[in-house]
């Protein structure tokens, strides 16, 4: 399976400490070596980096590695190939265009025999699951609301669509559009909140602490979220298995099962 | 206005040499500061890299230019800013997915007064006339053909909406989906075709010369089309103002005009 990492803050913060861990997870600390991506809202805009190598080894996670984006939404993801061969059109995040904003996707699991009849502008352009998994998603988001609706009122209906998916088999994603970020577990994702007053985290997979007094303002709270902890010396918190939990402005806003069986 | 790059091949090759003299445009030898982007095709796969430095001084740039991406088609765009602020979402090349492909879009020029109405699924995300432009075109091909179409019965189509979109201002254009180039000439754009007896080309813009006989296969074929010429010593050709223009395995395919009025 694979690893993600997500991040939502109230601040444009750089994510290079908690990249630098995670990336050591793509084929050095762990064996997740077919690939990886990171996403990065800046306002509006969105771009993401994208590669098949793996990411302990990729020229362009060095790049991210050491070139501070400041972003309030940052997915990423690496890779371990369970459906769809190794190529850059199976690499998450996945990115499309809904409601004249971008959405990214990425997906830690494995849904069997899920090809849904994908009839309208969202199609797949790889052969995994997961990028199926969010052409359904913003397809069905898209014949529920004409324009954006509040991410308030968005959790209801993607807590159907994720439970009508996660009938399928494991579905731990992140989803975001820049201004939230969703956050579903399956049976992996944890979080942590990082405010006022902060101290110092010392990362699990590498050799490296950051004291993020130096670095934070008072005022600023940062929500991370990963398949697994990052830090060896913070506190995480595991979501409940089979929830949908939503992130704005750093902090866990909603959360609700996706156990039981929706009436769709 | 801005600087196109576009390249079409036969083979997957790399750009380095044409981007090392691109981006110098971007800050350096020419006044195009206000972002740019560079996205590449590897199969059906696709990364775009897009910043709002200026190329000749962006980390990212430093890696295009150095991490040969090997890729048959790829677009390039150096951005002067005439409609919409500067900001990633404003950067070219645009991206989209239409018939499960990528499909990325640049133009350089300025369409006066050009709000269609977009009520389809391809909605600007940001301000400017090239993006809007980019969706009217995705939307109308999408009506015109469920699925996707040979590039050859795509061209008349293209063809028609171009002209359309160009009665608006100057409107030079580069769109691909991996498998073919699109080049539109409103007023500014030449190509090049280099293939074997291959010779030594050198750029205009840097101090740099390269020997295709040393890089190149005996039957590769490469299109290199861009706004101004990139090397002092080849001879490119410039198309006619006004034409519609396909390559296909680095070589040119069909061209037509756009200038005389369709009906519609």
Same mark, same amino acid.
């Given at each position: 399976m694979c690893q993600l990492l997500g991040m939502n803050c109230n601040t444009p913060t750089d994510i290079c400490f908690s990249f630098a861990g995670f990336r050591? @997870?793509?084929?050095?600390?762990?064996? !997740?070596?077919d690939g990886w991506g990171i996403a990065f809202f800046e306002g509006r805009g969105c771009r993401s980096f994208i590669d098949v190598q793996q990411a302990c080894e990729s020229p362009v996670a060095d790049l991210v590695r050491q070139y501070p984006i400041r972003s309030t939404n940052v997915i990423a993801h690496i890779r371990k190939a369970t459906?769809? @061969?190794?190529a850059l059109e199976n690499t998450h995040p996945f990115q499309r265009e809904l409601w004249g904003r971008h959405w990214v996707f990425a997906h830690n699991g494995d849904l069997k025999?899920? !090809?849904?009849?994908?009839?309208?502008?969202y199609q797949a352009v790889g052969d995994t699951d997961s990028e199926r998994a969010f052409c359904y998603l913003l397809h069905h988001l898209r014949l529920e609301f004409a324009s954006a609706p509040a991410p308030e009122r968005m959790f209801p209906v993607l807590r159907e669509l994720a439970t009508r998916i996660a009938a399928y088999g494991e579905f731990n994603f992140l989803l975001s559009n820049g201004d939230f970020l969703f956050a579903h577990r399956g049976t992996q994702l944890s979080y942590i909140v990082r405010q006022a007053p902060f101290s110092t985290a010392r990362l699990k997979d590498e050799d490296m602490s950051i004291n993020f007094n130096e670095v934070a303002s008072p005022n600023d709270r940062i929500a991370v979220v990963a398949t697994?902890?990052?830090?060896?010396?913070e506190v995480w918190t595991a979501f409940e298995d089979r929830t949908l939990n939503l992130f704005v402005d750093g902090e866990l806003r909603m959360s609700a099962s996706t156990a039981s069986p929706v009436n769709v």
């Amino acid at each position: 399976m694979c690893q993600l990492l997500g991040m939502n803050c109230n601040t444009p913060t750089d994510i290079c400490f908690s990249f630098a861990g995670f990336r050591t @997870r793509g084929g050095l600390t762990d064996v !997740h070596k077919d690939g990886w991506g990171i996403a990065f809202f800046e306002g509006r805009g969105c771009r993401s980096f994208i590669d098949v190598q793996q990411a302990c080894e990729s020229p362009v996670a060095d790049l991210v590695r050491q070139y501070p984006i400041r972003s309030t939404n940052v997915i990423a993801h690496i890779r371990k190939a369970t459906q769809g @061969r190794v190529a850059l059109e199976n690499t998450h995040p996945f990115q499309r265009e809904l409601w004249g904003r971008h959405w990214v996707f990425a997906h830690n699991g494995d849904l069997k025999d899920f !090809h849904p009849k994908l009839v309208g502008p969202y199609q797949a352009v790889g052969d995994t699951d997961s990028e199926r998994a969010f052409c359904y998603l913003l397809h069905h988001l898209r014949l529920e609301f004409a324009s954006a609706p509040a991410p308030e009122r968005m959790f209801p209906v993607l807590r159907e669509l994720a439970t009508r998916i996660a009938a399928y088999g494991e579905f731990n994603f992140l989803l975001s559009n820049g201004d939230f970020l969703f956050a579903h577990r399956g049976t992996q994702l944890s979080y942590i909140v990082r405010q006022a007053p902060f101290s110092t985290a010392r990362l699990k997979d590498e050799d490296m602490s950051i004291n993020f007094n130096e670095v934070a303002s008072p005022n600023d709270r940062i929500a991370v979220v990963a398949t697994q902890p990052l830090t060896e010396n913070e506190v995480w918190t595991a979501f409940e298995d089979r929830t949908l939990n939503l992130f704005v402005d750093g902090e866990l806003r909603m959360s609700a099962s996706t156990a039981s069986p929706v009436n769709v």
